[in-house]
């Protein structure tokens, strides 16, 4: 006879799903049993759109998502990515087998990329390493299913619910954002940075190649919306949404002020870390969490530093660009 304890939890049901006002779900999808990392959400009108997939390995528990809120994958006409990392777009593919007919909103860059991932797989595994192969490979998807996103580009979801495209590259060429005018609320993608639910703190996201003026642009853009909620991919809802977007362009920009000013004194990007978190007090914050987490603590930092350390050397050409790699 199984013991009590493990009897107990077995009888536990996994929850993904958290309604978030009359028509948007948010869908946790806890990669690797990771809780409030990858978000998923739901807007649900007379059509039903889905904004971002997250990566294969967590189709089966969006799927799950879908069920508990009694969404039938035959009404599903839409899937919105932010962008096509890994993160946010590698289960596209295998999610739109399960969605009949779905089609897929992605970046007029990322069309032929979703179309034929074996390049995008490639590099990310070149990039990512033992994390693309933990999120797992991205899958086809059919030429026919995919809508070019176009900036300013309405998708009507019924009952006044809308979706508008917003171009907002920075963190990727090929970035979208969407705007919700109902509940007043972003969806940023990457645009808005990483939100640390446990803190309440922003980590900024910046891998190569990442373009830090059009990031800054990109922020203001979704500023004068004045938005009053964002809906992070990482991860969830959160109020004050204009003053946590100019707090962010405060950190990215205080991220840009140390690196440069430590490539220029030949420091190389532990080094350059190592002030961060001297300076960043959102940083400091979330040190531990991030050497204990499954996902960050694989070198996700260091990604982000030499992405601001190849955006300097690119642009400025700064003498130190032996020191990017080390």
């Known amino acids: 006879m199984a013991p009590l304890a493990e009897t107990r939890r077995s009888l536990v049901k996994t929850v993904y799903s958290t309604k978030l006002n009359d028509f948007l779900y948010l869908l946790d999808l806890k990669p690797f049993g990771i809780e409030?990392?990858?978000?998923?959400y739901v807007l649900?009108?007379?059509?039903?759109?889905?904004?971002e997939t997250g990566p294969t390995t967590c189709v089966?528990?969006?799927?799950?998502?879908?069920?508990?809120?009694?969404?039938?994958?035959?009404?599903?006409?839409?899937?919105?990515?932010?962008?096509?990392?890994?993160?946010?777009?590698?289960?596209?593919?295998?999610?739109?087998?399960?969605?009949?007919k779905a089609k897929l909103i992605v970046h007029a860059k990322g069309v032929p990329h979703v179309v034929r991932p074996e390049t995008l797989w490639k590099q990310t595994k070149l990039v990512l390493g033992e994390i693309a192969d933990m999120y797992g490979e991205f899958q086809p998807v059919p030429e026919e299913r995919v809508i070019t996103a176009k900036d300013e580009m309405i998708v009507d979801l019924g009952k006044g619910i809308e979706l508008e495209v917003l171009e907002t590259p920075g963190h990727a060429s090929h970035e979208l954002s969407f705007y919700n005018k109902n509940s007043k609320g972003i969806f940023p993608g990457d645009t808005a940075g990483i939100y640390a639910k446990k803190f309440d703190v922003v980590m900024p996201t910046a891998p190569a190649p990442f373009h830090l003026e059009m990031a800054l642009a990109s922020i203001q853009r979704?500023?004068?919306?004045?938005?009053?909620?964002?809906?992070?991919s990482h991860f969830g809802q959160v109020d004050e949404a204009v003053r946590r977007l100019e707090?962010?362009?405060?950190?990215?920009?205080?991220w840009a002020k140390i690196v440069r000013e430590e490539m220029e004194r030949g420091k190389d990007a532990k080094a350059i870390y190592q002030r961060i978190l001297?300076?960043?007090a959102c940083m400091r914050l979330m040190a531990e969490f991030i050497q204990n987490h499954i996902i960050l603590k694989r070198g996700v930092?260091?990604?982000?530093?030499?992405g601001f350390?190849?955006?300097?050397e690119r642009s400025f050409g700064t003498e130190s660009s032996s020191k990017i790699h080390t």
């Open 247 to 254: 707090a962010y362009i405060d950190q990215l920009r205080l």
């Open 60 to 100: 089966e528990n969006l799927l799950h998502g879908l069920s508990e809120i009694r969404v039938d994958v035959s009404d599903v006409d839409y899937v919105a990515v932010s962008h096509i990392h890994i993160d946010h777009a590698g289960g596209a593919g295998t999610l739109l087998r399960h969605l009949p």
């Open 301 to 306: 930092i260091m990604q982000n530093i030499h």
């Open 44 to 51: 649900v009108g007379d059509r039903v759109a889905i904004v």
């Open 222 to 232: 979704l500023i004068k919306l004045k938005p009053e909620k964002l809906y992070y």
């Open 309 to 312: 350390m190849e955006y300097f």
């Open 36 to 40: 409030a990392f990858i978000s998923s």
């Open 278 to 280: 001297k300076e960043d």
